[in-house]
């Protein structure tokens, strides 16, 4: 029985281990993006810069929905409360 206690702190060692070397060399997308600035066409670049705006802005609308799904009181009842010159 003694040998259970044994291999299960081996296993999560080497778990644990890969973990670590997986953040410590793995870059993140920014990284990646900047060491790779170099070497991107103009066309790769122009392409990526519109995905990422393209998600800021479906992420600002799943927002807007998420707040609006929220609120119990139906959209189409609600009093217009924006200024008059907007």
Do not use: C, H
Request: net charge positive; aromatic share 8%; hydrophobic share 35%.
């Amino acid at each position: 029985m003694s040998n259970y206690p044994k291999a299960f702190a081996v296993g999560l060692g080497i778990i644990g281990l890969g973990y670590a070397l997986l953040l410590t060399t793995v870059p993140t997308e920014d990284q990646l993006y900047e060491a790779s600035n170099r070497k991107l066409s103009p066309e790769l670049k122009k392409q990526y810069e519109q995905v990422k705006a393209d998600q800021v802005r479906r992420q600002a609308f799943s927002d807007v929905l998420k707040r609006a799904a929220a609120d119990p009181e139906p959209m189409w009842i609600k009093k217009d409360t924006t200024p008059k010159g907007r």
